[in-house]
């Protein structure tokens, strides 16, 4: 069985409590703030935040803005990332313009307007970066 190295959180974990169930799955987890995250764990959680994953830096904040202009957006943002990902809107998106890329997966608890329950598997080999979508619903 392949087990994760990292878990990433694109914002709205909602409370600490939430936080330390993610956190007891095993591998270090990176959060960043969502504008729904309690006041206490909001104090603690950063806006944004970079990780190194096998060679890749990856960028990762809740809200990216609006669509329009958001690969090139983020890309003049964090120009050293080989990837953004985000979440806030709850809606899967990838986006891919050479070798910078964008990714929300979207949510596996609060869908919203998305058609299903969604989550993200990102791949970092050597410094090239993958992600998966995975339907949970």
Do not use: C, K, W
Not at 36 to 64: F, K, Y
Request: aromatic share 4%; proline share 7%; net charge negative.
């Amino acid at each position: 069985m392949e087990r994760s190295e990292l878990i990433l959180h694109a914002g709205d974990v909602m409370t600490a409590e939430a936080l330390a169930a993610i956190e007891s799955l095993g591998p270090p987890v990176v959060a960043v703030r969502g504008n729904m995250d309690s006041p206490e764990l909001a104090r603690t959680l950063p806006d944004q935040t970079t990780v190194e994953a096998d060679g890749a830096l990856i960028a990762m904040l809740h809200d990216a803005g609006p669509a329009h202009g958001r690969l090139e957006r983020l890309r003049s943002r964090f120009p050293d990332a080989a990837a953004v990902i985000f979440g806030h809107s709850h809606m899967p998106l990838y986006e891919r313009d050479g070798d910078f890329q964008i990714f929300n997966p979207g949510s596996p608890t609060e869908r919203r307007r998305a058609p299903g329950h969604t989550m993200g598997i990102a791949t970092a080999v050597g410094g090239a970066l993958s992600f998966e979508l995975l339907r949970l619903d």
